[in-house]
């Protein structure tokens, strides 16, 4: 079955630490990845988001994340976190023709 | 553009009531769906619209769920009889796919749902 992991499903980091968030995806076809956020008592908002070309994404509050085709992975990263990282970060997938299918989510603590 | 709107942002009911979440989705875009979130399954995606027709209704949990899109501007996901476990966040997202890529989901502020 297709499905969407995510490695961690509660990450605590300290401000200015840096941060990497797994995904990984089980498709073997063509994949348009996403990553969403989810602020506490918010919706999802989109982060960034890869259709094709540099498999390196920049997105928005200096996120980004790196396709490795190889690998399956569409791990999150940010160099430094700041205390209103805190939020909830699910990893999607859509594969040609279907639909999304969300990760688990990871909940992200960041501590002033 | 406003966004996704739906209504009720919240929503208190009883054991054995009807309830009706409602959603606008973006001008323009062709593809709703219905999402309920809870702690334990995380993200569920129950329906979805593609130009008003149900494309895809194999998340809906049960008969007592049932959507319509009576037009491109609005969907409506009902409850009857709700039950205390239906108790969720429910989103709303719409899209339009993009020249050459599959579209991204706006998703509405969600509609949080206790039944009592």
């Known amino acids: 079955a297709q499905s969407v992991s995510q490695h961690n499903h509660h990450v605590i980091l300290s401000e200015a630490a840096s941060l990497e968030l797994g995904c990984n995806y089980s498709y073997g076809g063509t994949v348009n990845l996403f990553w969403y956020v989810q602020y506490p008592g918010q919706h999802l908002q989109l982060l960034l988001k890869?259709?094709?070309?540099?498999?390196l994404v920049k997105g928005i509050k200096g996120f980004e994340a790196e396709f490795i085709k190889s690998k399956f992975s569409f791990n999150l990263r940010k160099p430094s976190v700041q205390w209103s990282d805190t939020a909830e970060y699910f990893c999607a997938v859509i594969l040609y023709g279907q639909n999304f299918v969300f990760g688990p989510g990871t909940r992200l603590s960041v501590l002033p | 553009d406003a966004g996704v709107i739906q209504s009720p942002r919240h929503e208190v009911t009883e054991m054995g009531q009807e309830v009706t979440l409602r959603c606008k989705p973006i001008?323009?875009?062709?593809?709703l769906f219905w999402y309920r979130q809870t702690m334990m399954r995380g993200l569920e995606l129950l329906i979805y619209f593609n130009n008003n027709v149900p494309i895809d209704d194999s998340g809906m949990p049960e008969d007592r769920f049932s959507a319509k899109m009576p037009n491109a501007s609005f969907s409506t996901l009902k409850i009857q009889p709700s039950e205390p476990r239906d108790s969720a966040v429910y989103f709303c997202?719409?899209?339009?796919?993009?020249?050459?890529?599959?579209?991204?989901?706006?998703f509405g502020p969600g509609t949080r749902l206790t039944v009592l």
């Open positions: 997202a719409s899209s339009v796919p993009g020249q050459g890529e599959i579209g991204e989901q706006f």
């Open positions: 890869y259709f094709s070309g540099d498999p």
């Open positions: 001008s323009g875009h062709n593809s």
